[in-house]
Each structure stands twice: as C-alpha cells, then as structure tokens.
C-alpha cells in the first residue's frame, strides 16, 4: 500500500512540473518576496492545522536560514501567538484570528501567505480581505480549485490534487523553492553540499 501512496505523491509532482501557469506564478510569488524584503518589508503567513505547520515551516526557513548563513528576513507564522490566538478566539470568534493580526501587522507592500488546502477556510479568507485592505500582496497556497480564496488572491498557488496530504506535500515543495530562489537572489549562490 505505501507503493500506491508513493506514485500518487510522484503523480501530483508530475503535474505541478507539467503546468508552465502555475510555476510562473509561483516566480511571480517570488518576485514579490523579493521586492518585499528590499523595501524593508515582511512576509506573513497564516494556516489551520497542517497548514499552519507548513506556515511555521515556511517563515522559519526564510527569517532563520535556508542554505545561507545569512541575515534573518522578516517572516512569520501568525499563529505562534497562542495567547493572542487564544483571546481573538474566546473574545471575537476563531474567524477573526488572523484578520485582526494581520490589521494590525501588515502594511502595504507586505506580502501574505493564505495556506488553506480547501481555500474556504473562514479565518483565512478574513485575513485576505485584511490583508488587501492594508495594500498587501495575497499569495494563495490552495488544491486544485483554489476555493473561495481564489478571486481575492493576486497569486494562486493551487496544487492539482483534491487529497489533502498530497496538496501540502505540493505547498512544501513550491515553498522551498520559493525560499530557496529569495535566499539566492538576495544573498547569492548556496555553496554546493
């Protein structure tokens, strides 16, 4: 049975490598990464669940390191703030969570992760819609249709895969790539391993 998770894994990866729109916006994605951190700017993300890991993962790799031993960029996981989290939640509703940090985060010119397998998660589409209010770019890591946050993105980043492991497995994938070009292209070439 691992076999046939294997090759449905290899199969998603075989599709993101056949689909020349999606990895241009995936530079697109970068591109506004880059531009971002050289005007001073940060990178946000937000998620639910796996997402949020992926989210954690992501702003790790690009305010930590990549290759490079290199000066930290700013990113971040909204969600590390448990008590924040925990008290938008209690007093507002769970679907204000990353909207109200996001208001209170972001400026123009930022830029946002939206990571949501289905693209209909409540409190991500919220943080969208604040997100666009403060003159940010909106990058969507989405599955194949791209849900509901589609329209609100200037980015879509949708995996061609309805299966959830398979979606994140494809957001891992695209987002290392894009950390991994920010890292370059802001400090140079990795030295090879």
């Known amino acids: 049975m691992p076999r046939a998770r294997i090759e449905a894994a290899i199969a998603v990866k075989q599709a993101i490598l056949r689909d020349a729109d999606l990895l241009d916006r995936l530079d697109r994605a970068t591109a506004a990464c880059i531009a971002t951190f050289r005007a001073g700017g940060k990178v946000l993300f937000c998620g639910n669940g796996g997402s949020a890991a992926d989210a954690q993962h992501l702003a790790a790799e690009l305010s930590g390191r990549f290759y490079l031993d290199r000066p930290p960029l ?24 990353f909207s109200r940090l996001t208001t209170a985060m972001a400026r123009p010119g930022d830029v ?5 397998t289905s693209g209909n998660s409540r ?17 969507a890591f989405t599955g194949a249709g791209g849900g509901e946050l589609g329209p609100l993105v200037d980015v879509l980043i949708n995996i061609p895969s309805h299966d959830t492991p398979r979606i994140q497995e494809g957001h891992l994938l695209l987002g290392h790539i894009l950390c991994e070009d920010v890292e370059r292209e802001l400090f140079g070439t990795p030295l090879p391993s």
């Open 74 to 97: 700013f990113a971040e996981a909204m969600h590390v703030n448990t008590s924040f989290l925990t008290a938008v939640a209690n007093d507002y509703g769970y679907d204000h969570a």
């Open 112 to 116: 946002v992760f939206l990571l949501s």
């Open 123 to 139: 409190n991500v589409l919220a943080a969208a819609v604040a997100g666009k209010r403060a003159g940010c770019t909106l990058v």
